[in-house]
C-alpha cells in the first residue's frame, strides 16, 4: 500500500511531504527520548523533555492535517509557555560566549543532535506552510524557539563545562 490516511482523514502519498515531515518529527521524538533516557539522575530535565516530546507529539497530528482544517492546537499561549520556560532556565545558567563543540556530556550530544533535527523540522514545516500545506504559521514559530530551548537544555546539563571552538 503507498497512501496512508492523515489526522484530517485526507489520503495521501506515503512520499507525500506531510509524511516525510511527520517522520522528521518523530525522528526528533525519538532523539529527545534518548537524551531523557541519558539524564535519568536529573530530574528537571527529564520532566522538561518529556514534556518537550509531548509537545512534538501534538505538532505531529497538526502537520497531519491539511491547510484549513479546524485542527490548531499551536497557539499564541502554546508559544508563551515555551518562551517562559526560555526565560526561567535563563536565569539559571550562563551562555557560552562563542560556538561550543556538542558532546560535552552524553545528555548534551544527545540534545545537541535533537537540536539539529528540529531545526530541520523547522525548515521542512516552512516548507508546507510555503506551498499551502499547513496553514498554521505558529508551528514554525514554536519550532524555532522548540530548537533554542533544547539548546539550553544541552547547556544546562553540561553545568558550566562545555568546550569552546575558538
Known sequence: MQTTKLYDGSIVNKWSPQCNVCGELDELVCHLGLAK?????????????????????????EV????????????????????DKIESILLKMKLPTGFIVPGTTETS????LARAVCRRCERSILKLYDDKLVGNKLITSYMNRLSWYIYLLARYSEEGKYENYY
Open 37 to 61: 533516557y541519558s539524564c535519568n539522575k536529573t530530574v528537571f530535565l527529564a520532566k522538561e523533555i518529556s514534556k518537550l516530546q509531548k509537545s512534538v507529539s501534538i505538532i505531529i497530528t
Open 64 to 83: 497531519s492535517c491539511l491547510a484549513g482544517h479546524p485542527y490548531t492546537p499551536i497557539n499564541n499561549d502554546f508559544l508563551n509557555i515555551l518562551e
Open 109 to 112: 550530544g544527545r540534545l545537541d
